[in-house]
């Protein structure tokens, strides 16, 4: 299997410019989560999705964040206007979820794309 | 809410030694799982180790193995035979019986020297 894809895998862009980030889960997971990772705050969940479902995004920062999940193939996190403070890796992970697969000891297990690098100036 | 504690921001240790990583969680449930992941500098999550609550005998994954006390909420990781490539931040995670989500402590940083 491919893993988990994200793309672009860093990004530097201008205060004040859109942001999009953009994910490929591991095929026949139900679950989509996006995972931001600072020096301050550590990594925080900011939403998760389940059959193409949000399903919690009480993590997201704000009004300027903004994730979608169009068909289980593909989810995007876009941030518009971004912000100095925004900048952090963001990763996306699935799994297929709580209850795995009962044929998999491991089934529940979260797997982790490579993550992307955004920095804003 | 769960939280989980790591209370060791960084620690060393001489290649081909034993090192004990420490993590303490709450949570009101009883069922849940545990985990511990790697990150090394190129910012990959790998799972290194996974526990379920509900199993009393301790994961083993080669040279990592885990101390879990269910009473006392702990979760420590021990790696054996320390290498070079062990060097990362490591990260103990919970996740509760029924949501499939995790939930991440500060992070170990570990240095293993030569």
């Known amino acids: 299997d491919a893993g988990v894809i994200q793309s672009p895998r860093h990004e530097v862009t201008e205060m004040g410019q859109e942001v999009t980030l953009r994910c490929k889960p591991i095929s026949g997971h139900d679950y989509l989560f996006w995972y931001r990772q600072t020096m301050m705050r550590g990594l925080e969940l900011l939403i998760y999705f389940n059959n193409n479902v949000p399903i919690d995004d009480s993590g997201m920062p704000e009004d300027r964040f903004s994730a979608k999940m169009p068909n289980a193939s593909f989810s995007t996190l876009k941030i518009q206007p971004s912000e100095p403070r925004d900048s952090a890796v963001y990763f996306c992970?699935?799994?297929?979820?709580?209850?795995?697969?009962?044929?998999?000891?491991?089934?529940?297990?979260?797997?982790f794309g490579e993550g992307s690098w955004l920095t804003v100036v | 809410a769960q939280t989980v504690t790591q209370s060791q921001p960084e620690m060393s240790v001489q290649e081909a030694e034993t090192v004990t990583l420490s993590c303490t969680y709450d949570?009101?449930?009883?069922?849940?799982?545990l985990f511990w992941y790697k990150q090394p500098p190129s910012r990959q999550m790998i799972l290194v180790i996974r526990?379920?609550?509900?199993?009393?005998q301790n994961a083993t994954e080669n040279r990592f193995s885990v101390n879990f006390q269910k009473a006392a909420k702990s979760f420590s990781l021990k790696i054996s035979d320390s290498q070079l490539g062990d060097t990362a931040m490591y990260f103990c995670a919970f996740m509760g019986g029924n949501t499939g989500k995790l939930i991440f402590g500060q992070g170990t940083t570990l240095q293993v020297k030569p």
């Open positions: 526990q379920e609550a509900y199993k009393q």
């Open positions: 992970a699935s799994s297929l979820g709580p209850y795995g697969d009962n044929r998999v000891s491991a089934g529940n297990t979260i797997y």
């Open positions: 949570t009101s449930e009883n069922n849940y799982y």
